[in-house]
């Protein structure tokens, strides 16, 4: 998934928010849950909708970072938690903030291993969470 420039080197990436790890993990996580659906099932948009929620919304990312926190490097678990503390002052809707605060860190990890290439262990990671 080669559509953006990924040419920041690991110095710059290292210096950028964990907050902005986060958003580009989001869109990441989010477009592999999608492709998992379209690939794996024969729904709907509006079931695959419903379905992608499942594993995109915050309780959820929280439960699967737990469920695969001690399958993580020392460096993906600092990384975790510097998304984690991050300071955020938005106020999750419909999670509750450690939920969110750890979905944050969560794709804080997504969005770090994208940036910094590294394509395999992000495969290794989100086939995970599918099982997870």
């Excluded at 993990?25 to 492709?35: H, K, N, T």
């Excluded at 999750?92 to 944050?104: E, G, I, L, R």
């Amino acid at each position: 998934m080669e559509f953006i420039d990924r040419e920041k080197s690991i110095e710059e990436i290292n210096t950028l928010s964990p907050l902005t790890w986060a958003y580009v993990g989001d869109a990441v996580y989010e477009l592999y849950i999608r492709m998992h659906l379209v690939n794996n099932t024969k729904l709907k948009p509006h079931k695959l909708h419903i379905e992608a929620i499942k594993y995109v919304k915050a309780k959820a990312q929280a439960g699967i970072l737990k469920n695969i926190e001690n399958s993580l490097t020392e460096k993906e678990q600092e990384i975790v938690k510097r998304g984690r503390n991050a300071e955020n002052h938005h106020l999750p809707k419909n999670a509750t903030v450690q939920d969110y605060m750890y979905s944050t860190g969560f794709e804080a990890l997504i969005g770090y291993l994208y940036l910094t290439k590294q394509d395999d262990r992000l495969k290794e990671i989100t086939e995970m969470c599918i099982k997870a």
